[in-house]
Structure formats: C-alpha cells, structure tokens
C-alpha cells in the first residue's frame, strides 16, 4: 500500500479535480491524509477518501506561540504548526508520497523530505497521481538516494516560484531559499532545476535566477550559483534578457568583493547581444560592448585581489572578447596616413611629453630633455586642461567611436589633439591610459608616436581602445611585462604592430647611497602600501618567522595604506592586515611611518628592502632600497611566476624567493654578522647603480628619442 501525505496551506481552487485524484489514489490502493489549515468540510473530501487533519489556529506551546510571532512568513508558519503536531510526525513515518498542494505548502514538503528520505515528493496532485499510478503499476524506480528524483522536486519551486512571482507572495519563497536549504545537495539541485524548468514566464525566470543566484553566493555555494544562473540562461530565448540577468549577477558579486563565477557567462551574454545590433544599431552595439568591457577588467577581478584570471590564463579569459565581431571592429587597425618623417635637420627636434597619469617617473627625462640642445621639449598633462581633463573621462566615448567610425566625441579629440600633433616632431606618451587611446583616435600625420606601457594597464580595458597602428615605439619597463603584454594584446604582433623596447624606469640611484646605522640591520622595509597588489600581509609573515627565533627584527612599513572604500575586497583585506599591525605594533615590531617626501631618509635606517608585491613592473622603490646599501629580498611575483620571463629574469637570482620562508632564510644569512650585512648591501648597491641608474639608462632614451645620438649634451 502507498502512503500519500498532503499539505495544503490555502483552499483548492478546483475541489472536484482534488476529489477525482483521491478517487484514483483510493482505487490504486494508496491511502491519503491531509493536513493543513483548511477543515473537512471546506475540502468536500468524503472520509473514504482521505483522513484529513486541520492544524491547531492556536497551539498550546508557549514556544511554538513566540516562534509563530516572530516570523512573517506563512509558508515558515505553517511548517512550525505541522512539525509541532503529533498527528503529522505520526503519518510522516508511513509516508511514501509528500504532495504540496500549493505554493504555501512548498517550504513544509521540503522540510518532511528531509526528514523522510525515502519518500517522493512533489507539488501538486497531477505529479502526486503519475507517482501514485507508477507505484501501483510497478513501474516506479528511484535513482539513488534522497532526493535523487529532482525533476519531481523541481515541480514544488517552478510552479510555486511562477505563482509567487505572479501573485508578489515573496515570503513564501524566502524559506526555501535559506542558506541551509541551498547548502544542502538536496536543495542545490532542486533550485538548479527549478530555475531552468519549462514553462516559466521569462520575467519570472529572470526574477527567480538572480534571487537564487545571490542567496547561493550567500550560502557560500559559488556553484550552486554559476550552476542555476546557466540553467536559467539555457531556457531565455532573449539576447538581452540574458545579458541583463547575468551582468545584474555578476555586479552583485563584485559588489561582495568576488570574483563572479559567472563573470564569463555575463561578458559572452553582453557580447552576444553588441554583435546583435551591430550591423544596425551601433551606437548601441558599442554601449554593450563597453559594458562587457568593464565587467571583463573590473578592479575587484585583477587589482583588488592577490590572483587574476587574466594572469593566470589570458587567452581563456580574453576568449569571449577575441571572438566578438563588435570587438574585432573596434580593433580594427586604421593605420595612418603618412609614415613618421625622419628627425629635421635644420631646427631643433620638437618632443612633446603628454599624460593624464602619474607624473613621478618622467622627472628625470623631462630635466634631461629641457636641458639637451637640440631639442625643444613641451610638456601636457591632460589634467591640467579643463578641456582635454573631460575627454579622458568619456572611455565610453572612444568605444563609440572606433565602432562606429565617427561620432562628436571624436570630432571634440580632433580638435583639441590636431594643433599638439601639427606642433611635435614627436609625441611621448606616458602610461596606455586615456591620453594613449584618445591620441589614436587620430591620425597622428607625420609625426612620430611613442608611448610606454607600465603595469597596471595591462590589466584594465585601457590597451585595447589604443590603435597600435598609430603608435610607432611601445616601450616597456621590463622583459617578463612586454611578454605578457603580447599575450594579451594580439595587436602588439603583426605587420602594423609598432617596435617594441624595454627600457628601465629613470632614476637617479647615486641619491640614496647615505650612511646606514648598526641598528638598521635588523629593519626590514616596504615602500608602498597603498595597494592589495603590494601585499604587506607577504611582508608580516616574513616578519613573523624571522621574530619566531629572534625578536630583533622589525618591519617600517612606508606610504600611505589601502582605502578601504574602493571595494569590498580591499576593505577585506584591509581588515585582515589591520588584525595583523594590532598584534605586532604595541611591541614595536611594525612601525606605520605613512606618506613621507624624504625617502632617501627613511632608507638610511631600512637593512633589508622587500617586495612583497603580487605584481610589478619593475619596483623602483625595490631598487631604490637597494642602491641605499640594503639588502633586496624580492618575492617571485605570483603574477609572472614560472613564465619565461619574470622577476627571476629582472633580479640576480640570490634576490628572488618564493615563499616567506626562503625570504626568511636569506635575510638571516644577509644579518649573520655587521660584516656580511654591510657586504651584501654594498655588492647590491653597485649592482644597481651599474644597471639602473639614470647615468645608464638615459643613453636608451636618447636612443629612443634622438637616433644616431647626435643631439645628445
């Protein structure tokens, strides 16, 4: 005989229908109970048919009163009322079939089957009759254990998410979605499925899917996430419906300070849809195009953690933009239309320095070049100039654009741009930010273009709106930042691809060589915190196995500290190093000097230089530490690590290590004794001086920008 348990939380809408069920159910042998809060008499079921059991209004247990009272929702209530009464415990333990008759009842169903494993369950009598009949006939087969026959389940939400959805009874969902429903298989699967059943209005689908794909990223189901948002995505018959759910998904994890999960699925979505509209509507092509853009180089993906997935597999992660049609156009090399002329020879050399970026690693080349005859140098920072300040704040402007091949936007950069480019000879441009690709949007004419690309923007959209058959130089500050560069960026290879340089920042390292104190010895630096990718926490745990056996270490943390407001990721691990400096500073082994102007100063009592980063160009201030006479500990940056190309490449080998422990073990060789300390240093010191220093490096930079080197004082 089967066992069939039937939870109603509101009055059928079609009785007859019920009773012909029940009717069937008797005739195959099942015996029925019912319960809920709706009496007999109501149900005009005939005590042949079904036993039927109507729940206490008001429960006796002062407990069950207050938890009633405390909650809203009537799908929660009405489960507390059925597991407080013996009568239900009673026929669960018999049940073979558990039937939710409607939406109200979905949350009890689910909490039952939980409790009755072995029991079907499903929503609705039409479901409860097929499983009935199939029992009956022999026919019935579970799959596995509890829960297994998901498809049945997926009836209790899809059904009840529709009404619910419909009706804007959300509180009867909230119960179903709680963490521990979604932490568990049985619920994970259930959801998954639901999101992607047949039937289901895409507006309730949509709705449905992103509630579910928030409170699974909740739970701590990332999983469970990536998985309905695909079930649903699978049954949208619309580009933009899509994309909309996917993208609204995947903002909200950012927001969390995660890595979305979906974070692919919402960028080919976003694509799929610029492609769409791209053979008539471009400007709006170009705006789904941007917006996959920023969610593809969102902060919280490569700035503001310690990993990106750019770093670790560039091609996968750059897939979906390298195949979309919208995106090949905006790349589209355009060329110029007359080659760079060759340097004059009847009049000075016109070099034009522009950047809307950091100024500080220019100081040198400015002072050389405002001093070489030969040469008349000017100087723009775009953030000086009300109106070129505004146009490096449109990048959507520059999408525009190259999509569309014309617009305002660019008509405004042609007229600001045109009398700089009629002026210069040659055009620097410093960082491939906004002035690197509103100078692309025009043609540069015959004046030769040279821009150099740091660290940073390798891993922003900013590289991408540069048209690099314009620029005719690129030079790079390292080897391993040029390779992953080209990796990144297919048009830095090709015949309109520019010439490729590596060429060391400019800095005057004969500045730093000042007299270190004894004391000095035993303090480690890093300069610069302002940043998750410098990771100070690297730094503390250096610190920490070196103090494990001598406490005479310390660490002089150096620069302004992480702002906590630019994203949730950095406020985390801003936290967790403020849990670390709350530990170590009362005892004096961390010091915080903050931003300081004399850092030649600071380094005269700093023994040990680190970096900690997880990502770096080169590290100037690495190799500042190091011409002061301190000794250079650098961690292999976790970014470039194990290429060819890396900071194993950059550094003599003895510098670089993997982990805080082999940090640890060369800075207790370097300290054995004053002697050895101050020997280390020193080789260090003219290491860099003899690789690195302005005096060296200035002669490329003539090379770069006065071939032949005749113009050189």
């Known amino acids: 005989m089967t066992h069939v348990l039937i939870v109603v939380g509101e009055r ?17 042998g099942a015996r029925v109970a019912i319960v809920g809060d709706v009496p007999a008499d109501a149900l005009a079921v005939d005590a042949d048919l079904a036993d039927v059991h109507q729940l206490a209004a008001s429960p006796n247990d002062p407990r069950l009163r207050r938890a009633l009272a405390r909650t809203r929702q009537p799908s929660r209530a009405l489960w507390l009322r059925a597991w407080a009464d013996p009568w239900v415990r009673r026929r669960l333990r018999t049940a073979d079939v558990l039937v939710a008759l409607d939406t109200t009842a979905v949350h009890t169903v689910w909490e039952l089957a939980q409790r009755q494993p072995r029991a079907d369950a499903c929503n609705g009598i039409g479901a409860a009759g097929r499983i009935v009949r199939a029992r009956h006939d022999g026919t019935h087969r579970r799959t596995g254990g509890a829960w297994d026959g998901v498809s049945a389940r997926a009836g209790i939400i899809a059904r009840g998410a529709r009404r619910a959805a419909v009706t804007g009874a959300q509180e009867s969902l909230e119960a179903a979605m709680a963490p521990a429903v979604l932490r568990s298989q049985v619920g994970g699967r259930l959801w998954r499925t639901a999101v992607g059943a047949p039937g289901l209005p895409e507006r309730v689908r949509v709705a449905l899917a992103y509630r579910v794909h928030v409170r699974s990223v909740q739970a701590g189901r990332p999983g469970l996430a990536a998985a309905t948002s695909a079930a649903a995505a699978s049954r949208m018959s619309g580009r ?3 994309a909309e759910l996917l993208t609204r998904e995947a903002n909200h994890e950012l927001e969390t300070g995660r890595v979305p999960v979906c974070l692919t699925e919402a960028v080919t979505a976003e694509l799929a849809l610029a492609d769409e509209l791209l053979s008539k509507q471009k400007v709006r092509a170009a705006k789904s195009l941007y917006k ?14 310690l990993t990106s997935p750019l770093a670790e597999r560039p091609a996968e992660f750059l897939a979906p933009l390298r195949a979309s049609a919208t995106a090949r156009v905006m ?6 239309s007359t080659p760079a002329a060759t340097p004059p020879a009847d009049r000075p050399l016109r070099l034009l320095i522009m950047t809307n970026g ?42 525009e654009h190259l999509v569309a091949g014309q617009s305002e936007y660019g ?23 906004a002035a690197a690709a509103i100078t692309t949007l025009v043609d540069p004419g015959d004046t030769r273009v040279v821009m150099r690309l740091h660290s940073f923007e390798a891993f922003s959209y900013w590289p991408h709106l540069i048209d690099f058959s314009r620029v005719d130089d690129l030079v790079f500050v390292s080897e391993h930042l040029r390779d992953f560069a080209t990796e990144v960026l297919p048009t830095l290879t090709g015949a309109e691809a520019p010439r490729l340089r590596v060429i060391s920042n400019a800095m005057d390292l004969h500045g730093y060589q000042r007299p270190k104190d004894p004391s000095a010895r035993f303090t480690l630096g890093l300069i610069g915190t302002s940043a998750v990718a410098k990771d100070p926490r690297w730094a503390v745990e250096v610190l920490r196995q070196l103090r494990a056996t001598d406490e005479r270490y310390r660490l002089l943390l150096v620069g302004g500290g992480l702002n906590p407001e630019a994203s949730e990721s950095v406020r985390q691990y801003d936290a967790a190093l403020s849990a670390d400096l709350a530990e170590l500073e009362p005892s004096g082994a961390v010091t915080r000097l903050g931003h300081v102007d004399d850092v030649p100063g600071v380094l005269s009592d700093i023994g040990i230089i680190l970096s900690s980063s997880v990502r770096e160009s080169f590290h100037c201030a690495l190799v500042e530490g190091a011409a002061s006479g301190a000794v250079p500990v650098a961690r292999d940056w976790p970014f470039f690590a194990g290429r060819a190309t890396s900071a194993r490449t950059l550094f003599p080998g003895d510098w670089v290590v993997d982990s805080p422990q082999q940090a640890a073990a060369r800075i ?28 060296v490096v200035r002669d490329d930079f003539d090379e770069l920008f006065l071939p032949g080197g005749d113009r050189r004082g």
């Open 12 to 28: 059928p809408q079609q009785k007859s229908v019920l009773v012909e069920s029940l009717r069937r159910f008797r005739d195959q």
């Open 240 to 242: 933009k419906s899509r």
């Open 292 to 305: 996959a853009m920023r969610l593809l180089f969102h902060r919280v993906a490569h700035f503001d953690q």
């Open 331 to 336: 790349a589209t090399p355009r060329g110029r």
């Open 358 to 399: 950091n100024a500080h690693f220019l100081r040198e080349i400015r002072q050389r070049y405002a001093e070489t005859p030969g040469v008349e140098l000017r100087y723009v920072h775009l953030a000086d100039d009300p109106v070129s300040a505004a146009l490096t704040h449109s990048p959507a402007g520059i999408v």
């Open 411 to 433: 008509n405004r950069v042609e007229e600001w741009l045109r009398p700089h480019l009629d002026w210069a000879d040659t055009l620097f441009v410093d960082w491939c930010v």
């Open 668 to 695: 207790q060789t370097a300290t054995a004794s004053d002697e050895v300390w101050r020997a280390e240093g020193a080789a260090a010191a003219t290491y860099v001086t003899k690789t690195w220093d302005w005096t």
